[in-house]
């Protein structure tokens, strides 16, 4: 992958971002705290929560991009690259497929990479189990960013898990732990499929900076960070 980092959004992306979350940020009153933690320059690791309605990690980006100029380039579910037309579009918004080489290459060019460690499973997660991290199982990230030599920052939108009531389900557990197929009962803005009207506030934590890559200890290095990332994750969930 090739000039990863200057990717750039084109008019008709622009536009679209304009037209789809235009709407969407004013009847959320999306806002973002915290934008200053965000380096200027250089690669960075940012580490979403993933909600069900997903969006909110869009409008984020999008805000990101206004008020810094850099444009957020995400690893994405390999289903979406196998699907016509939104495979085009993901790629036009700067969405790569999900693997550890993309990543590498986006981050090592001095760009800007979005991942939701937690990634579609944690979208699924049924209401009794809202604003929890699941990524204790997840150290990819981690050692992403610690092979790569990037600060990790990270981004919570703990509301988000309010704009639908995920059903548990046994269908919706078999059809994704067996073929990666996402088959919620949800439940949005008074039983129909709309989000319910709930104020997203998205929140930037401190960046944390990886300690000089050393392959023979890599897995301690990657536990010491791990740790105080989900913690602060999980602190970060909770404010509104």
């Known amino acids: ?25 004013r009847y959320h009153q999306h806002s973002v705290v915290g934008m200053e933690n965000i380096p200027a ?16 990690g869009f409008l984020t980006g999008y805000e990101i991009y ?59 997660r049924p209401r009794e189990q809202r ?17 790569s030599q990037v600060p990790i920052v990270l981004v919570a939108c703990g509301a988000a898990d309010d704009l639908y009531s995920v059903r548990q389900s046994r269908l919706t557990s078999f059809a994704y732990e067996r073929f990666r197929v996402p088959l919620p009962v949800i ?6 499929p709309l989000p319910k009207k709930i104020t997203l506030r998205a ?12 392959p023979e200890n890599e897995a301690s290095q990657v536990e010491s960070l791990h740790g105080p990332i989900v913690e602060r994750m999980q602190e970060l969930m909770k404010l509104r």
């Open 1 to 25: 992958m090739k000039n990863a980092a200057k990717h750039e959004l084109t008019p008709r992306v622009k536009a679209t971002f304009e037209t789809l979350f235009g709407p969407l940020a």
């Open 41 to 56: 320059t250089g690669g960075v690791l940012l580490a979403f929560s993933h909600s069900f309605a997903t969006y909110d």
């Open 66 to 124: 206004k008020s810094t100029g850099r444009v957020p380039m995400a690893l994405g579910d390999n289903l979406i690259f196998k699907t016509p037309i939104l495979r085009e579009m993901a790629w036009d918004l700067g969405i790569r497929p999900g693997n550890h080489e993309n990543g590498q290459a986006i981050l090592q060019d001095g760009g800007m990479l979005l991942l939701a460690p937690g990634g579609m499973k944690e979208s699924l």
């Open 131 to 147: 604003y929890r991290v699941e990524w204790e199982r997840r150290r990819g990230f981690v050692k992403l960013a610690l092979r």
């Open 187 to 192: 439940f949005g803005r008074r039983g129909t």
């Open 203 to 214: 929140f930037v934590s401190e960046p944390f900076y990886p300690p000089v890559h050393d």
